[in-house]
């Protein structure tokens, strides 16, 4: 067994050392013989040899996310920062070294495969859907707000306001729910008899375009009537 751990630590160094010869030539391969030997040896000296790979190529940085698997990744407003949220129910803010800034706990259970990222355009806001409920924090962690859904009926679309004050919520049953981001009930009324498939407002934050299954693009104002 020990003589198999040699092998493998002497075939990871072999691969950095490739990596870094590689830099100048070809950084895309360079980047790769660096990956496969931090997956070989996870040493500090792999480490850093995939670290200046990265740094002599188009890559950023590559962040590991975990075993679960990545969900959806945003970036934050104008900033650099990016929202990740993983399977294995972590949402983190990582900075583009891929430090992790914050952490935002997801205490109740989600449907891991319908979950979807919606952030205000300022980056300050994210919107999560928990177990029925939408789940508003700040993006430092902070708690906002808990807005619960309707019964029987599940978050098929999010989308804030320009201003970060309202977000409107597409329900599976083809509802729309408008919240302050505090936690009222802005409006409520119907845009189909399906699922809302997607929202967005205008620049100004006076319209609201809705499309459902099957239906026609529908505007709204913010009161919830039909322009």
């Given at each position: ?31 790769e ?44 407003g ?39 990222l919606?952030?205000?355009?300022d ?38 306001d ?42 100004d ?23």
């Open positions: 067994l020990e003589k198999e751990q040699a092998a493998q630590r002497l075939r990871a160094r072999s691969l950095a050392a490739a990596g870094r010869h590689e830099r100048s030539f070809a950084p895309r391969l360079a980047v013989l660096a990956r496969r030997a931090v997956e070989v040896d996870p040493s500090p000296e792999n480490l850093a040899a995939l670290r200046d790979c990265l740094a002599d190529s188009h890559h950023l940085a590559t962040l590991d996310a975990g075993g679960g698997g990545v969900l959806a990744v945003s970036f934050l104008e900033t650099r920062r990016m929202l990740v949220l993983t399977r294995d129910r972590r949402a983190a803010i990582l900075e583009p070294d891929g430090d992790e800034a914050a952490s935002l706990a997801i205490v109740a259970p989600w449907n891991a495969t319908r979950i979807d919606c952030l205000s355009a980056g300050r806001l994210v919107a999560l859907e928990s177990h029925r409920v939408i789940d508003v924090r700040s993006t430092d962690g902070v708690f906002v707000a808990t807005l619960p859904l309707p019964r029987d009926t599940s978050a098929s679309s999010m989308a804030f320009p201003s970060g004050e309202l977000l409107a919520v597409g329900l599976s049953n083809g509802e729309i729910v408008v919240w302050w981001t505090g936690g009222e009930v802005r409006a409520r009324f119907r845009a189909g008899d399906q699922y809302v498939e997607d929202l967005a407002w205008s620049h934050g006076k319209v609201l375009a809705t499309c459902c299954r099957r239906d026609p693009v529908a505007r709204s104002r913010r009161g919830g009537r039909r322009a």
